[in-house]
T-cell receptor, first 114, second 111 residues
Framework: NAGVMQNPRHLVRRRGQEARLRCSPM?????VYWYRQLPEEGLKFMVY????????ESGMPKERFSAEFPKEGPSILRIQQVVRGDSAAYFC????????????FGQGTRLTVV | SQQGEEDPQALSIQEGENATMNCSYK?????LQWYRQNSGRGLVHLIL?????REKHSGRLRVTLDTSKKSSSLLITASRAADTASYFC???????????FGQGTRLTINP
């Protein structure tokens, strides 16, 4: 049973380009969370999704950032017109259901904006 | 602001000693979870303690929860070099739908 898979592991984008981060949850998990982590800091919640629904996007910037979790395929975190401040590690986690079950994390995507 | 705050921010001890990390939070919770993160890697779930529990053990880990003080502690006994990592507490806030993480404690075990 494969764990949470994120790709790419490393992504380099020039300012103004789009970054697309993918997350495949564990088999049987229908809940996905995205977090951002700056060096030497904790994880900042961005968005919580269930299949085809955004449940909580209170941590996601209103502009340039969007997330989806379609019925088929991975969850996608999209950052449009990236800026240097978007450089960070982005982690995806999945759980089988909500109400505080332990989450399983992917290895993260390290985005560098040059 | 973050729901969970760990203390200390960094801890360096000798192999074999016990390591204690603390976490404080602000609002009512359903449960509190501890995770470990090795440098450059994802987070690994260690232990979950429910709001109606006071203490929980898992191997060399011991977690306590004091809901009246809104605090938790993680004790790692007989530390090993492989325990070197960052440790985060995360709370599942009552009524919310997400895990909120603290800033973490960076633990270094010196051989």
């Amino acid at each position: 049973n494969a764990g949470v898979m994120q790709n790419p592991r490393h992504l380099v984008r020039r300012r103004g380009q789009e970054a697309r981060l993918r997350c495949s949850p564990m088999k049987g998990h229908s809940h996905v969370y995205w977090y951002r982590q700056l060096p030497e800091e904790g994880l900042k919640f961005m968005v919580y999704l269930q299949k085809e629904n955004i449940i909580d996007e209170s941590g996601m910037p209103k502009e340039r950032f969007s997330a989806e979790f379609p019925k088929e395929g991975p969850s996608i975190l999209r950052i449009q017109q990236v800026v240097r401040g978007d450089s960070a590690a982005y982690f995806c986690a999945s759980s089988p259901r909500d109400r505080g079950r332990p989450a399983f994390f992917g290895q993260g995507t390290r985005l560098t904006v040059v | 602001s973050q729901q969970g705050e760990e203390d200390p921010q960094a801890l360096s001890i000798q192999e074999g000693e016990n390591a204690t990390m603390n976490c404080s939070y602000k609002t009512s919770i359903n449960n509190l979870q501890w995770y470990r993160q090795n440098s450059g890697r994802g987070l690994v779930h260690l232990i979950l303690i429910r709001s109606n529990e006071r203490e929980k053990h898992s191997g060399r880990l011991r977690v306590t929860l004091d809901t009246s003080k809104k605090s938790s502690s993680l004790l790692i006994t007989a530390s090993r070099a492989a325990d070197t990592a960052s440790y985060f507490c995360a709370t599942f806030v009552r009524g919310a739908q997400k895990l909120v993480f603290g800033q973490g404690t960076r633990l270094t075990i010196n051989p």
